[in-house]
């Protein structure tokens, strides 16, 4: 998995230990010196104070102080010295007795020079035979009584750092302390190295034990999102089988009570379902009998309308003596049966749609195409009502549906739009692509339908200006086949008002690149 959650763990903690060990190798880096030479200044400055204490007590050329005096050089790797008043060497341990006197004399002859400026410091009382000048670097630590100096020297001879603490003991003893440097830097250095080696070798071992534990942590959630999965398909047969006590577990267990429980719901589902199904196939059995009503409706009038269109045509063939008034009788006879007949048909077609005897055909067929022909077909309608239409597309535009239908929908738009037209007197054809669906509308110029009016267009019967309605002889049915056509096929369609006019508009299912070619 891209976004494994092991490699993940693994990586956190991984990160972590390399991160830990590489800030101790800089703290152990960067501070282990000053530290081990802040130690040995406190080991030097005890060393003193164990002098000192001897020397009052009159113990320094006893031998358990001797004793003493070789376990510290040996314990703290330092070298002591301890001369009397006649610089005669009463105790000396750890170190060359004549270098450690040689430059115990350095000390005192330079350093003396160095603050008051009296004495030769080109001639000191003794030279060593291998000894080697002294330059201070640092004073650490100075008292006056009794007098001490603590500092860091270095030699030039052997180029190397010491620590020295010379001075003078309570009972009048010249002393001389002193550990090498050199020794501690090589630790801190020989430290350093060794815990970046253990650092390494314990991230990359750290590492790999992390990466198999997590296995045992990943492991179980993977089977949790299998079992998910499974359920996500109805299969509430899947069951986490772990048998830890861990968070993981408590998951497990609520996804087992959460699969019984979506099984248990689902079955009430599906006997509520049944349920409802007789409360549909109840009202189904409402609406036949209002699709009966308006089919026998339909059917009772078709017989006046045929007896008043034959009446018509014997008062068209002289039955009135009266010219002109037989004439207007007959033309008002005629438009009236036509006004009945196409309602009664309007009537059989959305009796048809609504009652299921209607056959949809879908089919695949060019929308283009379709409003072409039908606006050439409606020429003579669109000069009698001086109409505008504009319809700009030319290249193909495939939609699955019925094209007799389709016909029907565009038919009753187009005819509402011309029977309403005003101001501009323009009418607007135009498609929009969408993701899935074709979207036709049909703009006409003049009034916007006022708005309580929108809800109740699809409505049968239902006439927003009933006067002038019945003066281009609208039925009021035309929007309800609409509504009636795009249910039967699932599809959209609605109205939308303007301040300059109304579209109308429906949608038809987009045929795909793949699918056009035949």
């Given at each position: ?14 990160g972590?230990?390399?991160g830990?060990?590489?800030?101790c ?7 282990l010196?000053?530290f081990?030479f ?6 030097v400055?005890?060393a003193?104070t ?7 007590k009159?113990?320094?050329s ?5 004793v003493?005096?070789?376990q510290?050089s ?7 010295l ?6 005669e060497?009463i105790?000396?341990s750890g ?6 006197r040689t430059?115990?004399?350095s000390?005192?002859?330079y350093?003396?020079y160095a ?5 030769d410091?080109?001639a000191p ?5 291998q ?7 640092r004073?650490?630590?100075r008292?006056?009584?009794p007098f001490?100096?603590?500092q860091?020297?270095?030699s030039l001879?052997?180029?190397m750092?010491y620590?020295d603490?010379w001075?003078f003991l ?7 302390i002193?550990t090498?440097?050199e020794?501690?830097r ?8 060794f815990l970046?080696?253990?650092g390494?070798?314990?991230?990359l071992i750290?590492g790999?034990v ?7 942590i990943t492991?179980?959630?993977?089977e949790?999102?299998r079992?998910?999965e499974r359920m ?7 069951r986490?089988?772990g048998?830890?006590f861990?968070e993981i577990?408590v998951?497990g267990s ?8 979506l ?8 006997t ?16 036949e009998?209002r699709?009966?009503?308006?089919a ?10 045929a007896?008043?269109q034959g ?5 068209k063939?002289?039955?009135n003596?009266?010219e ?10 005629m438009?009236?049966?036509a006004?009945m007949?196409n309602?009664v048909?309007?009537?059989?077609t959305?009796?048809e ?8 055909t ?5 929308i283009?195409?379709?409003i072409?022909?039908y ?22 535009v ?8 389709a016909e029907?929908v565009v038919m009753n738009y187009f005819s ?5 037209l005003d101001?501009e ?25 006022p708005?309580?009016?929108?809800p ?12 002038r309605?019945?003066?281009?002889g609208?039925?009021g049915?035309g ?11 699932h599809q ?10 109304v579209?109308?508009?429906?949608e ?11």
């Open positions: 998995m891209k976004y494994s959650i092991r490699k993940q763990f693994a990586g956190i903690f991984i972590l230990m390399a830990t060990m590489l800030l190798w800089f703290v152990n880096n960067t501070f010196e000053r081990y802040m130690n040995k200044q406190r080991v400055m005890e003193y164990q002098l000192n204490e001897a020397a009052q009159d113990s320094i006893t031998d358990d102080f001797n003493y005096l070789q510290l040996a314990t703290y790797n330092i070298s002591i301890i001369l009397d008043e006649d610089s060497t105790r000396v170190g060359d007795p004549s270098l450690l430059d115990l004399w000390h005192i002859i350093d003396t603050e008051t400026g009296k004495g410091p080109a009382p003794q030279q060593p035979a000894g080697g000048a002294l330059r201070t670097t004073v650490l630590a008292n006056e009584s001490y100096l603590m860091m020297v270095t001879l052997v180029n750092d620590l603490m001075g309570e009972n009048g003893n010249l002393f001389f002193r090498a440097l020794s501690m090589d630790s801190t250095e020989i430290s350093s190295r970046a080696y253990v390494i070798a314990s991230t750290c790999l992390i990466w198999l534990v997590s296995k045992k492991d179980p959630i993977l949790l999102a079992i998910s996500t398909h109805l299969d509430f047969d899947a986490y089988r048998k830890s861990n577990a998951l609520h996804m087992n009570e959460l699969a019984d429980t099984e248990a719901t689902i079955s009430e589902l599906k509520a379902n049944n349920e409802l199904q007789k409360d549909i196939e109840k009202k189904n059995r409402i609406d009998m699709r009966e009503f308006l026998n409706v339909s059917h009772e009038l078709k017989t006046p309308i007896l008043i009446y018509a045509e014997g008062l063939e002289g039955v003596d009266d002109e008034s037989r004439n207007f009788y007959c033309d008002v006879i438009d009236e049966s006004k007949n309602m048909k309007k009537l059989l959305l009796n749609l609504e009652f299921g005897n209607s056959v949809v879908m089919e695949r067929f060019d283009v195409a379709l072409r022909n606006i050439q077909s409606a020429e003579i309608l669109i000069r009698q009502n001086e109409a505008k239409v504009h319809f700009a597309e030319t290249e193909p495939y939609v699955w549906g019925d094209e007799f239908k029907e509402n739009a011309l029977n309403h101001g007197r323009v009418v607007d054809i135009r498609l929009k692509r969408q993701e899935k669906n074709v979207r036709i509308s049909v703009f006409n110029t003049g009034e916007p339908i708005e309580d009016s929108l109740h267009l699809w409505e049968k019967f239902y006439k927003v200006d009933k006067a309605t019945r003066e281009y609208g039925s049915v929007l309800s086949i609409v509504k009636a056509i795009q249910d039967s096929i959209k369609y609605g109205v939308n008002n303007y301040e300059n006019g579209e109308f508009w429906f038809m299912e987009k045929v795909e690149a793949g699918e056009t070619a035949e």
